[in-house]
């Protein structure tokens, strides 16, 4: 073989190995660079099966959310709408093998709600709180922070940082006119069996609840002394190039008073309304951004040390890190698919699926929630 030969064969094993390794970062408002499946060695048949799979299992609810989230929460007491709603559109998803489009439908600029996925978003405000040192360790009191009666008495006084963010909290209490007792109660027992049931100690029993995230968001709010999607938006949004259609809201009566200004204090999901309203393609850049280890282009937007964290399991749900739902052998399990993959989840299926076995990040909208690891299955055969 000749020096020139030997030139070339280099050349192009160097452009495959880029191809294969390196990172693509769409600028805002870029259309997205969209390779073929066969530069991955993916298979193009397979992938547009699972493609197909997502749009033949949309979500059965009803398109209008009011409608969906009253019959969704209808066992809880006092349940009632807070917060800004939006009629949701079709199925939508992408799919980024380092960071290229591979594949995608329906409308990815459409901004809908996004419920839960929500949590995963405000856990990364907490992250980057703790990669600036305004929380010193997530196993601090929050109380020592946050003095105005939020964390007081016994109970709540022992509630930490790291309670808040696996939702283990037990946190007891009221917070704009929602009740913790009262948010998806037990199936067993009535009002006054759920009311009067003494508080589980702090950090040993999961329960999702929505009053105790929004505790968080209002934590939050306190100790950034500014609005949290405006800590979201100068600290990470606006370095990923996202666009500038998402929100963030909170509930109608929401709002808290720091340094003599009027803040509104976000919810973490939309399951009395509110939350974040976003496109697929902004949740897909958030998705690389963690992919990527925290780090978009040359810059280190959230510590990989944090995001190492957020994905621990915790005690008490070897399926919840830090407000991100995490693929290990327990009640959540995906069969047939990496246990090291982890996703943000919100109701009516949203889903930012995180495979860094694969380099591939999955976003998927309006998906029969149930349908979820079957239709991650199917990715997983197509790329294998």
Known sequence: MNKLTLSCILVVLSINFSIGQEYYFPKRNEIWKQETADKFNINQTKLNDAVQFAKENEYSG???????????????????????????????????KNGYL?????????????????????????GLAVDQNLIADVKDKVGTYIWDGTFKGDHNSKITWEHLLQQNSAWSGELWGGKDWADRPPREGGIDDWKFEKPKEPGTVMEYNDVRVNVLAYSLTHLWRQPVPKVLKENLMDKI?????WRWHGYNHAWTEIDGIKMKSVTGGGHSGAGLFISTEDMARFGLLFLNDGRWKDEQLISKDWIAKAIEPSTPNTNYGYMWWLNKIGSRHWEGVSENIYYAAGFGGNFIVIDKENDLVVVTRWLEPNKIGAFMRKIILAVK
């Open 102 to 126: 591979v594949s995608s439908w329906g409308d990815t600029k459409r901004v809908d709600m996004t419920f839960s996925v929500t949590k995963s978003f405000l856990s990364t405000v907490a």
């Open 62 to 96: 009803s398109k209008d959310l009011r409608i969906a989230i009253l019959k969704g929460f209808e066992r809880e007491p006092f349940h009632e709408i807070l917060g800004p709603t939006k009629k949701r559109g079709g199925p939508a998803g992408m799919i980024l």
């Open 241 to 245: 190039e996202a666009s500038t259609t």
